[in-house]
């Protein structure tokens, strides 16, 4: 049969027949970017009528403090007349037109704004194009393909969406967790080949056997790649992700579809997958690249350092009718039980700029 025929489940079986089991990124790669069936390659997954909501979708608050921290690090580096503003995974686009809706307001922020996106969904680029082409965006196909001028990165729910690897820790090393085929069923296993503990960061090497430990190689390269251009040319990255501040075990991929969680490996293509983001690993690539780290925030002390309570205050006093609903949407981006400290506040920046919102 030619593979345009087979559906993703099936290519990805009969690529398990024919080569042998698949690492988890592999599979993870397929089922999220396949070109045809990948998950973020076909409908809007966003939204209350998709599989989940993000902190933007939830309030407008989000964008504006968000575009205020933007404008701020734009001012410390000294107005430059041409910057780009990058935003890799922009979804739907509401984080960046709520930002820039507040960041119009500094004087000459829009004219010097380049605003590039890097995404791979057809159907969320069409809706960038929508909320967002009043500021004439640039997609690149590379994340990295950006102008030599200073650069400014925000990337909410980015990084935990990139294919992450696994190694399961047993007497005689690390062995990585791959995706097989039993009585014609994905399942998980186990590459025969043990892998010395000296590969593993320092962190995990002294884990208990049966410990897992998650990589997230293709966060670290893209953070690498857009780190090397901040460094070069000035500026500053911020991401905000579920995750955790020092590389540790544990299993985090999980798989998400229509608000609750599913099986990881039944249906590629059509639940989300995602893993925590180890912020330790990628304070490592940007320390190895001479950028400075800000210690990890949660979501919870970033927003309210960067004034949520007042912003919510401000809006219900202008929208009495909405007092219960920003006051809803303020708790779940900021109470603990909800967004506010399972999400995290990734910074980091080069030259001598000091981003706000930090402890
Ligand atoms: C979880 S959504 C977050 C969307 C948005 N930032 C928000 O907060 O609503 C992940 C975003 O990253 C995009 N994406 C996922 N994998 C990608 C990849 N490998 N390259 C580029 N974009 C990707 C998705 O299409 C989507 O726009």
Redesign the pocket.
């Known amino acids: 049969m030619a593979s345009e025929q087979l559906s993703l489940s099936e290519l990805i079986d009969r690529q398990i027949r024919e080569t042998g089991p698949m690492s988890i990124a592999t599979f993870m790669g397929l089922a ?2 396949h070109p045809r069936e990948g998950y ?1 390659t076909g409908a809007d997954p ?1 939204g209350a009528k998709g599989d989940f909501v ?4 939830i309030s407008q608050m989000f964008g504006e403090l968000i575009g205020f921290f933007v404008v701020n690090l734009w001012q410390q580096l000294g107005e430059p007349r041409s910057f780009t503003l990058l935003e ?5 686009g ?2 960046m037109q709520d930002a820039l809706r507040v960041a119009a307001r500094a004087e000459g922020f829009l004219d010097a704004c380049h605003l590039q996106l ?4 057809p159907a ?1 680029k069409a809706q960038q194009a929508e909320r967002l082409g009043q500021y004439k965006p640039y997609w690149a196909d590379e994340i990295d393909a950006v102008a030599d001028d200073p650069l400014i990165v925000v990337a ?3 990084f935990d ?2 294919p992450i690897r696994q190694f399961v820790k047993a007497p005689d090393g690390w062995h990585e967790r791959q995706v097989g085929l039993r009585d014609g069923k994905r399942t998980f296993g186990l590459s025969p080949t043990p892998i010395p503990g000296e590969a593993m960061p320092e962190a995990v090497r002294n884990a208990d056997d049966g410990a897992i430990y998650e990589v997230n190689l293709a966060a670290a390269d893209a953070l690498q790649r857009l780190g090397k251009r901040i460094a070069a040319q000035r500026g500053a990255i911020l991401a905000i992700d579920y995750g955790y501040a020092d590389t540790q075990t544990g299993e985090t991929l999980q798989a998400v579809r229509r608000h609750g969680f599913a099986d990881a490996l039944e249906a590629p293509g059509e639940a989300d997958l995602s893993a925590h983001v180890d912020f330790g690993a990628l304070a490592r690539v940007a320390g190895d690249l001479g950028l400075r780290a800000e210690p990890l925030a949660t979501q919870r002390d970033f927003l309210s350092r960067m004034g949520i309570v007042e912003r919510a205050s401000a809006l219900a006093r202008a929208n009495p009718g909405q007092i219960e609903t920003i006051a809803a949407a303020l708790r779940r981006l900021t109470d603990s039980s909800e967004m506010g400290t399972l999400f995290k506040v990734f910074c980091a920046s080069a030259g001598d700029l000091e981003p706000i919102g930090f402890a």
């Not at 890799?88 to 739907?92: A, E, I, K, L, Y």
């Not at 890097?118 to 969904?121: A, G, I």
């Open positions: 999220l970017t973020y966003l993000t902190a933007p979708e890799p995974g922009p979804g739907r509401t984080l890097f995404e791979t969904n969320l909410n729910e980015f969406a990139l």
